[in-house]
């Protein structure tokens, strides 16, 4: 039996199967089955009122799991699936509550991944999967993070190499009145207003100076252990005067005279968040009293990266 073979049959057998997608690695499980889904919760110690996406292999298969499929879906789903783009409609009940936490609606997505293509393929059916990660760390962009992370906790991991995007998808909320950007990803509001014209922006994530909050989230989300602060570029000096003291890293733009460790990162957003979770593992495996990270900035093509890290870090204590 073929590595996809045996996967798919785990998973018709209500086990966990961790596996690649382009933009993080998922933990799946079939999500119309309650006590299959109910798994993932336990393995990730994820509370019961966040929802998962449904992971499905085509716009086909993800109209079975919706009562309506309107027009902005059809025209999003032929431009970005496979791709990083999780639609939010209203749900089929053949979805189990517990994949869209007690809620009337599911997030759907096509991933655009080779090996998370034949998976759902193999499987012909919905695929519940949040990030492969215990609950609020940082999502996991390799097999041996999901192994780091998960170990027996779940019954297989598929090796798919190294995630392309980095970072997770975007939600679109396509349930109300006006569609509503709920987490920025590697698909743009750009993006999504070019193919369907405005939308809203859940605007938690956006200031580099006040604390996150999302539906279901909590501010502190994708975060590393050690303990983590943003700072913006005027804000160097407090941030060298701080860490004399300290062993600390520094994650930044440009060389300068730091006093420890500095990851130079890049300048490009989408090369960014390939980079950002794998050089957040690293530097938590240092244990390190901080990790400073300079913010991009407050530009719409930072939104997403801004969001993760806004999530991963606190503001410079005064
Ligand atoms: O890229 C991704 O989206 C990855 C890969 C594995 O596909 N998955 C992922 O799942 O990031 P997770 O569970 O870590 O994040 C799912 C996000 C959460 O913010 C959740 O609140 C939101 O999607 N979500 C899921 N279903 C929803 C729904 N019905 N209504 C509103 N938000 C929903
Ligand atoms: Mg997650």
């Known amino acids: 039996m073929s590595d996809i073979?045996?996967?798919a049959q785990l998973l018709r057998n209500g086990k966990l199967v961790a596996f690649p997608t382009e933009t993080v690695y998922g933990l799946g499980a079939d999500a119309t089955r309650s006590e299959a889904v109910q798994k993932i919760f336990a393995a990730k110690g994820r509370p019961p009122t966040n929802p998962l996406i449904a992971h499905v292999a085509n716009a086909d298969i993800a109209r079975r799991y919706c009562t309506v499929w309107p027009e902005e879906a059809r025209r999003l789903a032929q431009r970005f699936w496979p791709g990083p783009l999780t639609i939010v409609l209203p749900k089929s009940p053949d979805i189990a509550n517990e994949v869209s936490a007690g809620k009337s609606t599911v997030g759907l997505r096509v991933p655009n991944h080779p090996v998370a293509l034949r998976l759902l393929e193999a499987f012909d059916g919905?695929?519940?999967a949040p990030s492969a990660n215990r609950s609020n760390h940082v999502s996991?962009?390799?097999?041996?993070?999901?192994?780091?992370e998960l170990g027996d906790r779940?019954?297989?991991?598929?090796?798919g190499g190294p995630c392309d995007v980095g970072i997770e998808s975007t939600v679109l909320d396509l349930s109300l009145p006006i569609p509503k950007i709920l987490r920025p990803g590697g698909v743009?509001?750009?993006?999504?207003?070019?193919?369907?014209g405005p939308v809203d922006l859940f605007s938690g994530a956006v200031s580099t100076t006040?604390?996150?909050?999302?539906?279901?989230?909590?501010?502190?989300?994708?975060?590393?252990a050690t303990p983590a602060f943003r700072f913006g570029k005027h804000e160097r000096a407090p941030v060298m005067s701080r860490s004399k003291t300290q062993r600390a890293a520094y994650m930044v733009f440009d060389s300068g005279n730091?006093?420890?460790?500095?990851?130079?990162?890049?300048?490009?957003?989408?090369?960014?968040a390939h980079d950002l979770y794998a050089r957040l593992r690293e530097l938590d495996a240092r244990k390190l009293d901080a990790i400073y990270i300079e913010m991009?900035?407050?530009?719409?093509?930072?939104?997403?990266?801004?969001?993760?890290?806004?999530?991963?870090t606190e503001i410079l204590p005064r």
């Open 5 to 7: 073979a045996w996967a």
């Open 126 to 128: 919905p695929v519940a």
């Open 140 to 148: 996991p962009t390799t097999a041996v993070h999901v192994q780091q």
């Open 154 to 159: 779940v019954d297989l991991i598929l090796d």
């Open 188 to 196: 743009t509001r750009e993006h999504i207003e070019a193919i369907i």
């Open 210 to 224: 006040t604390a996150a909050a999302s539906p279901g989230q909590h501010a502190r989300h994708y975060s590393p």
């Open 258 to 272: 730091y006093p420890a460790t500095v990851i130079i990162m890049p300048q490009e957003p989408s090369q960014y």
């Open 296 to 312: 991009p900035p407050d530009e719409p093509k930072w939104l997403a990266v801004r969001d993760r890290l806004i999530r991963a």
